[in-house]
Nanobody, 123 residues
């Protein structure tokens, strides 16, 4: 069993920056990939970025490349998403997910989810 708890969401103006975190606990040794997804009202959950827990290899959605950075600190069992140059369309609930297999970009690829943290970007 893996438990995920997101934090760090908030309100920021367009062009600003924000960092969200995901505390990971439980059977962390079973995790292969960690990912960030987001879901805006009325939309399906979409992939943002992913990182392999052990090696640190990353994959980003085209919409956030060059603006967002995913990272992890295995010693602290924490996943991060640094978001820069934020746009109103980045407004969503951000979720972290744990995958027990290599990279996936689909919601159904992930085995565990946190409860999400709200990120709101004003115009």
């Amino acid at each position: 069993q893996v438990q995920l708890v997101e934090s760090g969401g908030g309100l920021v103006q367009a062009g600003g920056s924000l960092s969200v975190s995901c505390a990971v606990s439980g059977r962390t040794s079973s995790i292969y990939t960690m990912g960030w997804f987001r879901q805006a009202p009325g939309k399906e959950r979409e992939f943002v970025a992913a990182i392999t827990w052990s090696g640190g290899s990353t994959v980003y959605a085209g919409s956030v490349k060059g603006r967002f950075t995913i990272s992890r600190d295995n010693a602290k069992n924490t996943l991060y998403l640094q978001m820069n140059s934020l746009k109103p369309e980045d407004t969503a609930v951000y979720y972290c997910g744990a995958r027990l297999r290599p990279f996936g970009v689909m919601t159904t690829d992930y085995d565990y989810w946190g409860q999400g943290t709200q990120v709101t970007v004003s115009s």
